[in-house]
């Protein structure tokens, strides 16, 4: 199924990142470029060090400075995180496009990339709530609380990935198409984003 497949490989890319653990760290991608393996552990990659991100903006006693870099930091993360996920739903047209839709074919809610784009997280998810149960200076209460968050999240991602495999499924029986429509984000651009066009002036 392609969603434990994805998982795997977003399972490699936390556990890889977490050796050091350093949102500073090079970036290195063990898959070729031309498999979709590159683009689900690339953006995985990118969901997890802007997790880590948005803890550090988080400390009370930031730096504003630092939190104004990182703020911006975050933005660019943000639109990396939305250019590959229109690069895997390119993947997904591509690999379909000769499928005969139905007439009575249907669109989904979301594409199967942003679908997988919740997986990714949820992967994130699960990895920090299993650290908190596996915590040895935390209360028993703390423990508990986490060991049923952890339970639930497990749940998620067992109804998200079942999901996902019907989407792609019904997508290659031609009982779903897909439609495609860019995110079209405006904060980046300074000629939709009224702050950075009028700075241009």
Known sequence: MFSDFAFGIFQKSIDTYHIKDDVYQAFSNPYPKDKIEHLLYRKNWIDTVQWHYEDIIRDPAINPVDALDLK???????????DLVEYIDSYFLQKYQSVQVNENATINTE????????LSILALKIYHMQEEVNRTDASADHIKKCSDKLAVLLEQ??????????????????????????????????????????QKG
Not at 72 to 82: F, G, V, Y
Not at 111 to 118: F, G, H, T, V
Not at 161 to 177: F, H, M, P, W
């Open 157 to 198: 991602k067992k109804d998200l990935s079942t999901a996902i495999d019907q989407l792609l499924a019904d997508i290659e029986a031609g009982n779903k198409y897909m439609k495609v429509y860019k995110q079209m984000k405006m904060y980046n651009d300074e000629e939709l984003n009224p702050v950075l066009r009028g």
């Open 111 to 118: 594409s199967p990339a942003w679908a997988i784009d919740r």
């Open 72 to 82: 911006r930091k975050i933005d660019a993360s943000n639109q990396d995180r939305t």
